[in-house]
């Protein structure tokens, strides 16, 4: 081997050697790595028990709940599988929706609800203008008015990690 | 015929080339971020959630995108470096980290004037935001390196093994999204394609092409500084034109 081929060598075994070191690091960090919880994760028992940590997934379409005072909101985060049921009390962000994306931040109390002290939106990687979302959504209803028709998730929901 | 490709690999030749073919890139790239942002701007439609919101991205993908190209290709200069001992790719990848360093700053800065309207956070701990903050921290470290040792065939020997074990990081900011659970949202622009809409595409291919030549431009301009620099004393620079009015202007 001459001397450059040597150099080679070593570069590329050592940044392999790093990328791996890395990777394992990675690898057992994963929960740590992750910023949120899916609800399925939380009935599993895999989120850290009575301290804080964050659940996502989309706020379950027709859970919204506002109380008399106008700041507390009470709504479910589900993962079309699981579903948990969230209390806040502040000012939700302006894209907090129902059937969208959301993280909240806060602890599981002893009622099994999610008491959270911060909530953010979670919005999808689609940009479009809004004349094709109602488009989308027509065709949608002309597909779900057709009985024979497959049952499908809407293509506007936010996929949900798993 | 057989062209010498490493004519313009010596740092001599290559400093008159540079210079001839900086207007060539520097001009395309005002044009079309001319262009890009008009687009972009005036001509791309609203957006359906994020209405006049979203439109940072054509400022924030095109720095995010080039901000992990950079990196790359300044690690690999900087591995030619130092496996061939060719003098002008460790000038080179030195000449880039800037514009690297100033790419990443953008993506950073851009994302957080992003998030606090659409997420309602300036910054949150997930594993994209995290990773391209290291990746700026790569660079200030590269440069820093690179500044911190007084010679510079042994500063770029240093520099280049930092660039060279840092760019295990871009693979992982750019996966982070699909490895984890982030509150950033996936890639837009797949292998599969995109569901954007095609003024919304327009604009942000223009930008990033603009950067992109944008980015050439000004390394050029960057690795000349740092020929005259490092060459100061052979005759070749001295008997440079430029070097030679600026000597006279002196005495």
């Known amino acids: 081997m001459t001397a ?159 | 015929m057989a062209i010498n490709w490493f004519k313009y690999s010596a740092p001599t030749t290559f400093y008159g080339l540079a210079g001839k073919l900086i207007p060539f890139f520097a001009w395309p790239a005002a044009i079309l971020f001319a262009y890009g942002l008009y687009i972009g701007f005036f001509v791309a439609p609203t957006e359906a959630t994020q209405s006049e919101a979203y439109r940072i991205i054509f400022l924030h993908v095109p720095a995010s995108i080039l901000s992990m190209f ?25 000449a880039l980290a800037p514009t690297g360093a100033l ?18 956070a300036w910054w949150v701990w997930d594993a994209r935001l995290t990773s391209e903050l290291i990746l700026l921290f790569l660079y200030l470290g590269y440069i820093a390196l690179q500044a911190s040792i007084e010679d510079p065939r042994r500063a770029d020997r240093a520099s280049a093994l930092l660039a060279i074990v ?28 995109t569901s954007m809409h095609i003024a919304m595409q327009q604009a942000m291919f223009a930008v990033l092409i603009a950067c992109w030549l944008y980015v050439i431009a000004v390394t050029l301009a960057r690795v000349r500084s740092i020929i005259l620099e490092r060459e100061a004393n052979t005759q070749w620079v001295n008997d440079l034109p430029e070097v030679k009015q600026a000597n006279g202007g002196q005495q």
């Open chain 2, 166 to 193: 840092g760019s295990v990081n871009v693979p992982i900011i750019y996966f982070s999204v699909k490895w984890w659970n982030t509150l950033h949202q996936g890639a837009t622009i797949k292998m599969t394609g």
């Open chain 2, 70 to 94: 950079i990196y790359l290709i300044m690690a690999g200069y900087a591995a030619l470096g130092l496996i061939f001992k060719t003098r002008l790719s460790s000038m080179m990848a030195q």
């Open chain 1, 4 to 162: 450059r081929q040597k150099r080679l060598a070593f570069i590329v075994g050592g940044v392999m050697l790093v990328a791996a070191a890395v990777g394992l690091v990675l690898y057992a960090l994963k929960n740590n790595v992750s910023l949120y919880f899916t609800p399925t994760q939380v009935y599993n028992k895999e989120a850290p028990q009575g301290r804080s940590f964050r659940i996502g997934g989309l706020v379950e379409v027709g859970s919204l709940q506002r109380e008399k005072d106008g700041l507390t909101a009470h709504f479910n985060i589900t993962d079309n599988d699981k579903t948990m049921a969230v209390v806040y009390k502040g000012i939700l962000p302006d894209l907090f929706k129902e059937g969208k994306g959301v993280v909240a931040q806060g602890k599981l109390e002893a009622d099994n609800v999610f008491h959270a002290d911060e909530v953010l939106a979670k919005h999808d990687e689609n940009y479009m203008p809004p004349e094709a979302v109602d488009a989308l959504k027509k065709a949608e209803a002309a597909k779900a008015a057709k009985p024979e028709a497959p049952a499908s998730g809407s293509s506007a929901e936010y996929p949900v990690a798993k």
């Open chain 2, 103 to 120: 790419f990443a700053f953008i993506s950073l800065w851009s994302g957080a004037l992003w998030g606090k309207p659409m997420w309602g």
